[in-house]
Nanobody, 122 residues
Framework: RVQLVQSGGGSVQAGGSLRLSCALS?????????MAWFRQAPGKEREGVVS???????SVADFVKGRFTISQDNAKNTLYLQMNSLQPDDTAMYYC???????????????WGQGTQVTVSS
């Protein structure tokens, strides 16, 4: 059974940084997979933030380019999202996702974390 358990997040002032973690269990790394971070603000649709695939290629949404970075530690089965220069517009519930298909920033992943709140105050 695949499980994604998120940690991190919280409240920070504008300009600050946070790191989110996503621990995967039951997800065996094959030659073809992708993982990603999404976010959803109240009243808005879920949107892709950044993804990484089995080739190491990343896709980054324009609104976080140069500020957010995705990384993975396969030995620890953990996915990370480093968020720098946070702004109030980054306030949202953040979700990690994984699949044995390459979905990049499309919200069609099979497996999802439980979500973690990020709140940025001005």
């Amino acid at each position: 059974r695949v499980q994604l358990v998120q940690s991190g997040g919280g409240s920070v002032q504008a300009g600050g940084s946070l790191r989110l973690s996503c621990a995967l269990s039951g997800f065996t790394y094959s030659n073809y997979y992708s993982m990603a971070w999404f976010r959803q603000a109240p009243g808005k649709e879920r949107e892709g933030v950044v993804s990484i695939d089995s080739d190491g290629s990343t896709s980054v949404a324009d609104f976080v380019k140069g500020r957010f970075t995705i990384s993975q530690d396969n030995a620890k089965n953990t996915l990370y999202l480093q968020m720098n220069s946070l702004q109030p517009d980054d306030t949202a519930m953040y979700y990690c996702a994984a699949d044995w298909k390459k979905w990049w920033l499309l919200p069609t992943y099979q497996y999802w974390g439980q979500g973690t709140q990020v709140t940025v105050s001005s």
